[in-house]
């Protein structure tokens, strides 16, 4: 009996060992270690903001004041006249870096299909690093503290940071095809959880002798991160002289590396001769427009999805360190290196749900799975616990266990789920959806996030941190409730294709 097409595939490992080289590798690193830089800045402001707290607010009204700082010095340099506005002051600042940054996703996106990839991560990284340098370092040097200025500055670095992860995506799709997408990219997008770990460490390492430390640490290695990215990343293999993708691999190994992993099949083949631009009247096709890009199949209902996943991952990334520091009354480096034991769980999970789902050819189902073990681990976080010695090692374990189920799904939506968007049949042959199609679910995601950080320190102060938790849990069960056709739809077509195998068998 003769099987569909979606049956007679071979199998990704095949695809993806036989076609990679040392260039592959080289990109996979460079790319990796070039988003990792940026988020570690992120992190940086994350893990000292109780010390900024501290800076911003009187002395006689901050319990934890330094003592050797002479009063004249620190009254005369104070913002704010208690901590708790100093507090609500660094939520808007995260408020404000998400909108600018999500408005910059999606500006990134079009401008990323339409320069040179290189030159527009280059530009982002160094420029980023100079901004976080005066805002956090050459401020404090020069003891100038002023909101606005912080306020432009953060707009700023919003702006130019989300320049990173369209470009980052869309070399990694130009180079990496369907075969074990999921488990490249799975392991790939662990790049925002070392990100953190490592600006966690940085920050941790020098903010005893001041937070201005941490920026100038994690802006410097930054900075270099962009000079070598300039200089080593490149862009597509046609650069070097290999086959792009959608050319040779298509025909054999990967006859279907561009069609998304939640299409549907049968309805594929009848649209097989269908594009939005012709290709074959140009070697170089033209980048697809805003609108274009949001009418894809499944890129409306991903972002929306993603706005509600990643207001959770990024609550997580911005106020776990204060909130442990502030909850339990840990000191503000154990904080920080606690915190780090979420992203070691989203590293774990983004890699084993991106080869299960390799392993699939689906990746809804895993992604619902996922999300409703990350319910339980939102409530179970949710309990308080009384002090014990082994309370800083159940943290650690439940927080792992989060970050597996929520930090996963969300690496994998913004990761391989993007690069099957941007390159399914109806933009076949074409690279340069990639950057639109990664801004547009990136840009939905980070206004999600944004609203987030307003509504969890507002109802953090009216309600305590426990209805922060059952927000999150709310928001993680409307992510699950935006892709149940995608889920519905791709379960039907797995229980098909396993009765078609049972009947060739």
């Known amino acids: 009996m003769a099987l569909p097409g979606s049956l007679r595939r071979q199998p990704a490992n095949r695809g993806l060992v036989s076609h990679c080289t040392h260039h592959h590798v080289v990109v996979f690193l460079l790319t990796f270690f070039s988003y990792s830089l940026l988020h570690a800045s992120r992190k940086t402001f994350s893990n000292v903001k109780v010390s900024i707290s501290s800076q911003w607010t009187p002395s006689c009204l901050n319990s934890t004041a330094l003592e050797l700082r002479p009063y004249e010095l620190w009254n005369s340099s104070h913002l704010f006249p208690n901590a708790e506005e100093a507090t609500l002051f660094l939520g808007t600042l995260d408020t404000i870096f998400l909108f600018s940054y999500a408005v910059g996703l999606f500006v990134s996106g079009i401008v990323g299909d339409r320069l040179n990839l290189r030159w527009v991560l280059s530009f982002g990284m160094c420029s ?52 074990g997408r999921g488990f490249v990219f799975g ?96 070697n170089q096709p033209k980048a697809i427009g805003f609108f274009q890009a949001c009418c894809l199949p499944g890129v409306v209902l991903y972002s929306l999805a993603y706005a509600c996943l990643k207001l959770v991952n990024y609550s997580f990334f911005f106020w776990l360190p204060f909130y442990l520091s502030n909850n339990f009354g840990w000191k503000e480096a154990e904080a920080d290196q606690l915190s780090i034991w979420y992203d070691v769980g989203g590293i774990i999970g983004g890699t084993i749900q991106g080869l299960i789902s390799d392993v699939l050819r689906k990746r809804d189902p895993v992604l619902a799975v996922s999300l409703l073990f990350a319910v339980g681990s939102l409530f179970g976080y949710s309990r308080e616990y009384n002090p014990s010695p082994c309370l800083l090692c159940t943290k650690a374990v439940i927080l792992a266990i989060s970050g ?52 969890v320190s507002l109802i953090q102060e009216n309600l305590g941190w426990m209805w922060v938790f059952y927000f999150f849990i709310l928001m993680t069960s409307s992510t699950i409730l935006f892709i149940s056709p995608l889920i519905v739809r791709e379960i039907r077509l797995l229980l098909h294709e396993r009765r078609l195998q049972m009947l060739a068998e």
């Open 128 to 179: 980023s690093a100079l901004v976080v340098f005066f805002f956090g370092t050459l401020t404090e040097w020069l003891h100038f503290y002023n909101k606005w200025f912080y306020c432009c500055l953060w707009v700023v670095n919003g702006l130019l940071q989300s320049t990173g992860w369209p470009c980052v995506v869309a070399v990694m799709g130009s180079w990496f095809g369907k075969a």
């Open 404 to 455: 597996f189920f929520i930090g996963g799904p969300s690496n994998m939506i913004s990761s391989a789920i993007s690069a099957d968007l941007g390159r399914q049949d109806m933009v076949r042959g074409s690279s340069e959806a990639l950057a639109t199609v990664t801004g547009i679910v990136d840009g939905t995601g980070s206004i999600g996030a944004a609203v987030g950080q307003y509504l």
């Open 187 to 282: 392991l790939w997008s662990a790049c925002a959880s070392v990100g953190n770990i490592l600006g966690a460490f940085l920050a941790s390492c020098v903010l005893k002798y001041g937070y201005e430390y941490a920026f100038l640490v994690t802006a410097s290695v930054q900075f270099a991160g962009g000079v070598i990215v300039f200089f080593g990343l490149l862009t597509s293999p046609k650069e070097v002289g290999l086959p792009e993708l959608g050319a040779d691999e298509e025909g054999s190994v990967e006859e279907d590396a561009n069609r998304p992993l939640m299409g549907d099949d049968d309805a594929d083949d009848e649209d097989r001769n269908y594009t939005i631009q012709a290709t074959d009247t140009d």
